[in-house]
């Protein structure tokens, strides 16, 4: 069943899609702690969260939910950095990648607070 945070999801992913495999020019970086890290941990928790979101409220098994989520969005992450070492001025950063996971675990645990943990 497609709702709200399904096609929040489709969106976000494309527009994450678009962004980083769109040629440009190649800054390494590879500081840990940085604002670019920060970023990629930011787009990846939003993807989580929605994604994690639209898959309970279609099927309503949590479980399902996040580990579908954990494993879609590390695998996007994981396929978006080594699809950048094919693209001009850009290249793949382990560290990045590590920042996508980051970001996905950190949104999963959003939606498990929010959805799972009643108070």
Not at 66 to 81: H, N, Q, R, W
Not at 99 to 117: E, H, M, P, R
């Amino acid at each position: 069943m497609i709702n709200k945070y399904t096609i929040g999801t489709f969106i976000w992913a494309a527009g994450i899609l678009l962004l980083t495999l769109t040629p440009g020019k190649s800054v390494p970086d590879y500081t840990l702690f940085s604002y670019d890290k920060l970023g990629h941990a930011f787009v990846f928790f939003v993807l989580a969260a929605l994604l994690s979101k639209g898959l309970y409220q279609s099927n309503g098994k949590r479980n399902f939910a996040i580990l579908i989520t954990l494993l879609f969005t590390a695998t996007y992450g994981m396929a978006i950095e080594i699809a950048q070492h094919f693209i001009p001025d850009r290249g793949m950063e382990w560290y990045d990648a590590l920042a996508n996971v980051v970001g996905s675990f950190l949104g999963v645990c959003l939606f498990y607070i929010s959805n799972v943990v009643k108070a």
